[in-house]
């Protein structure tokens, strides 16, 4: 499936490539749905729940920061768990854990709120 390409506005990119940028594309529309400008880290409100810590930001495992960064970059579940050596199934339950501790209902919030409380790396 390495070979598959996507048609316009996507054409000639590997499935991977488009994946992460069409991720990147809705990501975007969020965050300027939820009225962030700029990146403009205040304008997020996260809604408080379980699983934090002090200041309010989510208490996330070793293992749940290296999921939560491969689901911010488009990975699925099954690409998740080939990169980590782990079961699809397992894959899934870290980002069920990721997506109740940020209190995202999509993964598309959950890499918007981890981006703006700072939580994956800058690249």
């Known amino acids: 499936m390495a070979g598959f390409t996507f048609g316009a506005p996507f054409f000639g990119l590997p499935l991977g490539a488009a994946r992460r940028t ?3 594309v809705a990501l975007s529309v969020h965050l300027a749905a ?3 400008a700029g990146g403009d880290a205040g304008a997020v409100c996260v809604p408080a729940g379980a699983g934090r810590g002090a200041g309010g930001v989510p208490i996330l495992t070793h293992r749940e920061l290296a999921v939560l960064e491969l689901l ?3 990975h699925t579940n099954r690409e998740i768990a080939a990169a980590l050596y782990i079961s699809p ?3 899934g339950v870290h980002v069920s ?3 109740r501790k940020l ?3 999509r993964r598309v919030d959950a890499a918007g709120l981890a981006h ?3 939580l994956l790396p800058v690249a």
């Open 103 to 105: 209190g995202a209902k």
């Open 116 to 118: 703006k409380m700072g």
């Open 97 to 99: 854990n990721i997506l």
């Open 34 to 36: 939820a009225g962030v």
């Open 22 to 24: 069409l991720f990147e």
């Open 72 to 74: 911010a970059n488009g």
């Open 89 to 91: 199934s397992t894959a």
